[in-house]
């Protein structure tokens, strides 16, 4: 089992971009998930999280642009960017702790978000 994160690429300052993370495998069973976004030379940072029962949160720098969302019976995943910054620019990984009765770190590959001026 594991996650795969999509949707990434280049977009203008103002566009939008939707990112999808799925979890691949036999999974009845996905926990919270988080989007994460890091720069080189950075840290990786929480952007959004949902919990099983879809409640959100956001980083401050994204309330209002950002909407998190999932559909556990796809067991997918969403992340919808609005009005992109170019300091939204980033690779974006999605992570959770527990897929099907597998409990641990599972991280998407990474996904490279540009937002250009």
């Known amino acids: 089992v594991q996650l795969q994160a999509s949707g990434g690429g280049l977009v203008q300052a103002g566009g939008y971009l939707r990112l999808s993370c799925v979890a691949s495998?036999?999974?009845?069973?996905?926990?919270?998930v988080g989007w994460y976004r890091q720069v080189p030379g950075k840290q990786r940072e929480l952007v959004a999280e949902?919990?099983?029962?879809?409640?959100?949160k956001y980083a401050d720098a994204v309330k209002g642009r950002f909407t998190i969302s999932r559909d556990n019976r796809k067991k997918t995943v969403d992340l919808q960017m609005d009005s992109l910054k170019t300091e939204d620019s980033a690779v974006y990984y999605c992570h959770t702790k527990q897929l099907g009765w597998k409990f641990g770190d599972f991280w998407g590959q990474g996904t490279q978000v540009t937002v250009s001026s």
């Open positions: 495998g036999t999974v009845f069973v996905m926990g919270d």
């Open positions: 949902v919990s099983e029962d879809a409640i959100t």
